[in-house]
């Protein structure tokens, strides 16, 4: 077996990026390996702060509350203050709060604490999107954005292994991990990263250039369905497979893997290949695979048919993969990629509160009225991306010869 190509394969995969972008990268995946207080946090509530259920389910949707405002405004903050100090002081909000939240004993104290935390842990996103279209040169930003989303991955995957270890000697340990690794992420990014965002336009235009950008609207209503649809493993799958087809949670958790799996296997070969093709009409082939996936888990009785349907929908989530980050970076004005990423990023808040709504009731009546509407919303979002192509070829040739911020690092 020859494996004389596989220096040239790890230069086509993770060549080629700016110093800074690795910087990123690295403070990305130390973060999401330290994050192991969300997947739990309903566990928390309920055996460490002795909560109902309802009470706690009210206390998170508290959290979604902060989540769904968090996107707009770190989005202005980005363009207004910088990308680095918006990703920084969010780390450190977010470790902050996370100490707090694991001292709180009243509910008022988590209450509080659950909708400031809504409103930091994930109001970098904006930030890092910006980031990395001023550090990119569009023709490697589906790459850089693909290689981040294989961090996330990574990282979480192994968060999730060791949280739940560390949360049967104690959930205090959560926090303070959860904590260490957002102040690591902030002091990676300020010291290692430098401040792109242009000089001299804060004032030229705000959140009305956003929405009155009819392309970036259109893709923003296609990012929802995606979302919608991606929501769902997190939100009704669990609960279809559990209590309607009958599985254990043991066997439905280890079956779930193998999404992560894939994705840390799979995304990076494929990364670099899809980088070449349309950004759009790559975009809406995953969409309408994820939507196949989804349609097909309609017909799951069993672990095995479980599994069939998680390796359709993870490989219409690999192409996917980075696809809306570079397709955001090329509409947006360089002044304004804060904002856009912002917008971009509530479509996904916006998802995660009407996914568990809409695939609640659609359950109730049904797998079949659930899966085949999930898969229809992908099947959808897909022809929506078909018809945005064009405007979005156009307004990306624009900025096909932009440089890189990092040529003036």
Known sequence: MRFVDKPGFLRSAMGGLPRPFWALWSGTLVNRLGTMVMPFTGVYLTQARGMSVATAGLVMAVFGAGSLLSQLLAGVLADRIGRRATLAGS?????????????????????TAMFVLGLVIDAYR???????????????????????????NLGYAVGMTAGGWLAG??????????????????????????????????SQGGFGVVLRDRVMMGFTLTALGNAVMYMQTVTMLPVAMTEVVGLP?????????????LIVLVQPLVSSRLGRF????????????????????????????????IVVWTA????????????????????LRGRYSGMYGFAWSAASVLAPLTGGVLLQAGPEALWFTVGGVGVVSAAGMLVLG????????????????????
């Open 126 to 152: 904006p930030a890092s999107n910006a980031l990395v279209a001023d550090l990119v040169s569009p023709s490697e930003r589906p790459r850089a954005y693909g290689l981040l989303f294989w961090a996330i």
């Open 249 to 261: 949670t043991g066997q439905f958790g280890l079956v779930m893997a193998l999404n992560g799996v």
């Open 169 to 202: 000697i104690g959930f205090l340990w959560l926090f303070w991990i959860d904590a260490v690794s957002c102040v690591a992420f902030a002091l990676l990014v300020w010291r290692a990263v430098p401040e792109t965002r242009p000089a001299g336009r804060e």
């Open 91 to 111: 780390m450190v909000a977010t470790a902050v709060t996370m100490l707090a939240l694991g001292y709180s004993t009243s509910l008022l104290g988590v209450t």
């Open 278 to 309: 349309d950004p759009s009409r790559s975009l809406a082939l995953g969409l309408a695979v994820m939507g196949a996936g989804f349609a097909l888990t309609a017909f799951v009785t069993s672990a095995a048919g479980l599994a069939a349907t």
């Open 316 to 335: 219409g989530e690999i192409v996917t993969a980075g696809l809306g980050g570079a397709i955001v970076a090329s509409l947006a004005p360089a002044h």
């Open 390 to 409: 064009p405007a979005i070829r156009r307004r990306a040739a624009t900025g096909l010869d932009e440089p890189a911020a990092l040529s003036a690092a």
